[in-house]
């Protein structure tokens, strides 16, 4: 399950995610947040058809996650990915703030329009950065739906998650220390291979 608000130029995707640590099997899930580009498209159709609405490249993301074996709340494993190479996130970008106190930390970036990131705000339209930072607090309560608190079970998490099964599988595939990964957990996920 995914939410989507489009703006003229960028829209924010919320959703819940389920990751596994490449190189120790550890499990990972809560609120994946996004900045994602729209791109344009000719206008189809007549004057009430339909359009459309394709999100693109990646701009800025933020994980506020939990480690499946940690009391869930803890957002220890809580980063974010401030630029992407492509559709290739940086590497994790850790702040104390965002573990602490991680729906302010959201809040404080999409009000701001990422002030705090290394390269300032994100060039975004006038527009589309005055709607975005008034919809700080809507993103906010989209989020903390998808938060890693909410989720309690391995079909609660496959079930806000199946869209993303080939990359779960991707993950399953890659883990390094199979012997530790938690096969029950992961179970729906590898259904139908």
Not at 98 to 118: I, M, S, Y
Not at 134 to 160: H, I, K, N, W, Y
């Amino acid at each position: 399950m995914q939410h989507i608000l489009t703006l003229t130029g960028v829209a924010v995707v919320v959703r819940h995610w389920f990751e596994i640590d490449l190189d120790d099997a550890s499990m990972e899930h809560g609120a994946r947040i996004e900045l994602r580009e729209l791109v344009a498209h000719p206008r189809r159709g007549s004057e009430s058809a339909a359009q459309l609405i394709t999100l693109d490249r990646p701009r800025w993301r933020a994980d506020l996650f939990d480690r499946l074996a940690d009391e869930p709340g803890t957002f220890g494993v809580a980063h974010y990915h401030p630029e992407f190479s492509g559709n290739e996130p940086c590497p994790r970008v850790w702040d104390p703030e965002l573990t602490a106190r991680p729906w302010r930390w959201l809040r404080d970036q999409l009000a701001g329009l990422g002030a705090a990131q290394p390269d300032g705000p994100w060039a975004l339209d006038p527009a589309d950065a005055a709607e975005l930072g008034g919809l700080a607090d809507a993103v906010v309560t989209l989020a903390r739906q998808m938060a890693p608190d909410r989720c309690r079970s391995a079909a609660e998490c496959f079930r806000l998650t199946r869209d993303a099964r080939e990359s779960v599988q991707l993950m399953i595939g890659s883990v390094r220390q199979r012997d530790r990964l938690d096969v029950e957990w992961v179970r729906p996920w590898q259904a139908g291979l």
